[in-house]
């Protein structure tokens, strides 16, 4: 179940990159931490609810987690937002040994995770496959989040609340 919002634009303040004010709020039936969705994929998370406004956390700001599954090998890890529009990494989680491929497609993992499971995140830009340590799997989102008029919050996926 979700609740269309239409976007405002960013908030007041000089703190406001990553973020997008959208026309919806806790009269509407959200919370804080809920998933923010287009027809497309992920965008973010809801970080401050109002009566009738709402904060969304985009997908790309520096402090966005979310738990991300490789749909070729099925292989679980973090994504992160990098600050760059439109990009997130993988860094944590993806095993060295993994054949990642250019272009697969990444989904959310669900699970313990604040994101219901297999919400479409994006395709994989570099599989960083040279990688002995750590690896840093680069995704483009699947969602464009420069021109957003419209999003979805997902009320309905039960268990969803408050976290990071």
Not at 131 to 143: G, P, Y
Request: hydrophobic share 40%; net charge negative; proline share 5%.
């Amino acid at each position: 179940e979700t609740v269309v919002a239409r976007i405002l634009g960013t908030p007041p303040g000089n703190f406001a990159t990553h973020v997008v004010e959208i026309d919806k709020g806790s009269d509407d039936g959200l919370t804080e931490g809920q998933p923010v969705v287009t027809g497309a994929g992920l965008v973010g998370r809801l970080e401050q609810v109002d009566r009738d406004r709402s904060i969304i956390r985009l997908a790309t700001h520096p402090d966005f987690r979310v738990g991300v599954r490789l749909v070729g090998s099925q292989d679980e890890g973090l994504g992160r937002g990098t600050g760059d529009d439109d990009i997130l990494v993988l860094d944590s989680g993806i095993r060295a040994d993994v054949s990642v491929s250019l272009g697969e497609v990444v989904t959310t993992s669900g699970g313990r995770s604040l994101f219901p499971a297999d919400i479409p995140v994006g395709r994989v830009l570099d599989p960083d496959p040279d990688s002995e340590f750590r690896r840093a799997i680069v995704v483009e989102l699947a969602a464009g989040l420069e021109n957003l008029s419209f999003v979805n919050v997902v009320v309905g996926a039960g268990g969803l609340g408050g976290g990071r």
